[in-house]
């Protein structure tokens, strides 16, 4: 059980002026002249480094309607880890789902002392098959203590026609340390029932080996996982890496053939020569494939060399259509031209243009082919080569939707909401309530995109805390964060306002306690509603030391409720 102490509630008047002073923070021109309010500064939002103890700004929004049920979310307990230290970063894969057995997983470092399941060296797999009411913990990689694995990612791989979960085989994939460098990457997969068990760690050319970000799986037996990451000395990136490990379902083995391989993102991406550096950004990596595997993307965030009036941090995206054998990268696109982007972002200073800076991103691929990013972005203040990380004062972000096209070739954008809270940061000098000192750990916003299994819904859920004053905080933080989501009917041509689905007395627990979440790519379809498999950590329990153990739940009704769709405007 969580044991946070709730903030007793202020005034109304005092609530009415942190409103007021929320809203007075972002410039946005559905409120504002078009004429600059706010003077650019270099706030340089942290980097993620290679243990992941600092993170990016982010925020939220006033609280929205609750969940379409007078039933409140449930902590459903599946599991312990040993510390913090493998769930940091919200690119991994810690939730999953299978249709066609109806069965969640979550995947966890394991806890050999509160005690958990299985040993910190482990990749854990809980399991539910029925609808989450309860879990039950199965090993999914036996690490060692010379090869320890951590960072796990998991997904589900269902064989065709199979209905029972004892078929169902947990993929697991993630880093593995000698307890002094980043030296393999763990591949593991086995049936539910113990069998088929398959464990490969190895030895490839990667640049530190942390790969953990992007893991996917699809109906044809096609799994994946890969990063981007950097060489930095000190001052700027001065080398960058990708990798992709893709893997194949072996009938034979009954077992995953991996194959990894490695790309090169530093082509597109703008090297400054009077310093040696490229301008890539936080180690960014992202995939996603359609359900039959054919249709995939990958991509990271950089300053595309290929623009000629200047970039932001903008994804460069690759594109297959063959499961992964060959890769050909998207034209650059300047997402600063569309429509709600440039309704929503604050201009370039003296430019009539904007340029939404991305800070972190998923995505879901649809049953077009087309590639939903669901992405966090902040308004660059200047394109300039001195100046490229200004951003502006009170600019906490915002939440889109960005879709590109497959037939077309063409990107759309359609705004979700304002973010009005940053993302708690790390370190010595960190303001998150999590840990002191050097081991004070923050997170960011946690986006995440989910798509129903016929692809016609897709759905972007983040973080957000309803209202920093309430829980007596002067600065505004995501400190106390619920889990906001806003939904898409494809096929219906709708969409909705973002929804607070953990606030106040809907959602027990867990309001203002969504940290560290995750949620499942593929959602579960219900009757009228969607239901968003999606965890979080409680941080409480041991004392808001990042160096104790953490307790993994589920939140057992986290649903949109069809009736939130509305009618797009065309």
């Known amino acids: 059980m969580f044991n946070k102490n709730r903030i007793t509630m202020r005034t109304t008047l005092l609530f009415a002026l942190a409103v007021m002073i929320g809203f007075s923070a972002i410039a946005q021109k559905s409120m504002a002249p078009r004429q600059k309010v706010l003077k650019p500064s270099i706030n340089q939002p942290y980097q993620l480094n290679a243990i992941e103890k600092t993170v990016q700004p982010g925020t939220t929004n006033k609280p929205a309607p609750r969940q379409k049920s007078a039933a ?18 919200s690119g991994q894969r810690g939730m999953a789902y299978d249709p066609g057995t ?18 910190s ?16 913990e199965k090993m999914a990689y036996l690490g060692t203590a010379t090869e320890r694995c951590r960072y796990p990612s998991g997904v589900i791989y269902n064989p065709a026609g199979n209905t029972l979960i004892n078929n169902v085989y947990s993929v697991v994939a993630g880093p593995v340390t000698n307890g ?17 068990v398959n464990q490969q760690a190895p030895a490839t050319t990667a640049n530190g080996e942390l790969i953990r970000n992007g893991m996917f799986a699809t109906q044809s037996g096609l799994v994946g996982i890969g990063e981007t990451q950097q060489l930095n000395d000190g001052n700027g990136y001065t080398d960058l890496f990708g990798f992709t490990s893709i893997g194949n379902f072996n009938g034979s083995t009954n077992s995953f053939d991996w194959d990894f391989g490695t790309w090169d993102p530093q082509e597109f991406i703008y090297f400054d020569p009077t310093n040696g550096w490229y301008r890539s950004w936080s180690a960014s990596y992202q995939m996603a494939f359609s359900p039959d595997g054919s249709i995939g993307y990958r991509w990271t965030d950089g300053v ?25 990268v998207l034209d650059f696109f300047d997402f600063g031209q569309l429509p709600d982007v440039y309704a929503h972002c604050i201009n370039l200073a003296a430019e009539d243009r904007v340029a939404p800076w991305f800070q972190e991103s998923d995505g879901v691929v649809d049953y077009k082919g087309n590639l939903h990013i669901f992405a966090r972005t902040v308004s660059a203040a200047s394109l300039h080569v001195d100046s490229l990380t200004y951003i502006w004062n009170g600019d906490y972000g915002q939440i889109f939707e960005f879709e590109f096209d497959h037939g077309s070739s063409q990107w759309m954008a359609t705004w979700c909401d304002s973010l009005r809270t940053e993302g708690p940061s790390s370190g010595t000098s960190g303001n998150s309530i999590y840990g002191t000192g050097a081991d004070n750990t923050g997170w960011d916003m946690r986006v ?16 957000d805390t309803d209202d ?11 400190n106390y964060p619920d889990l906001k989501v806003w939904g898409r009917d494809l096929e219906a041509n709708m969409y909705s306002n973002a929804h607070n689905l953990t606030y106040e007395d809907g959602a027990g627990a867990a309001w203002g306690a969504c940290y560290f979440t995750f949620t499942a790519p593929v959602a579960i379809p219900g009757e009228g509603f969607t239901t968003l498999p999606t965890s979080i950590a409680d941080i409480a329990t041991t004392g808001y030391d990042p160096n104790q ?16 769709f509305l009618p797009m405007l065309v």
Do not use: C
């Not at 109806?102 to 399941?117: C, E, Q, S």
């Not at 482990?122 to 029925?130: F, K, Q, T, W």
């Not at 692809?455 to 973080?463: A, D, L, N």
């Not at 920093?468 to 995501?478: M, P, S, V």
């Open 180 to 196: 002094s460098g980043w030296i393999k990457t763990f591949y593991g997969s086995r049936t539910y029932d113990g069998n088929n």
């Open 448 to 463: 995440h995109a989910s798509i129903t299994p016929d692809g016609k819904k897709v759905f972007g859920i983040w973080t």
């Open 102 to 119: 109806n069965t969640i997983m979550h995947t966890h470092r394991g806890d050999n002392v509160t005690p958990g399941f299985g040993n």
């Open 549 to 564: 153990p953490v307790f993994h739940y589920y939140l057992k009704g986290v649903d949109f409720d069809d009736a939130w």
């Open 121 to 136: 060296n482990d990749a854990v797999a809980a399991y539910s098959d029925d609808n989450g009411a309860s879990f039950t």
């Open 72 to 89: 409140m979310v449930e902590l459903v307990p599946m599991g312990s880890s040993i510390n913090v230290f493998s769930i940091l970063t």
């Open 304 to 328: 595309d060399n290929r623009a000629t009036d200047g970039s932001s941090f903008y994804p460069i995206v690759y594109k297959t259509t063959d499961g992964g054998a060959t890769w050909n």
């Open 468 to 478: 920093y004053a309430f829980w007596g905080q002067t600065e505004a933080l995501n």
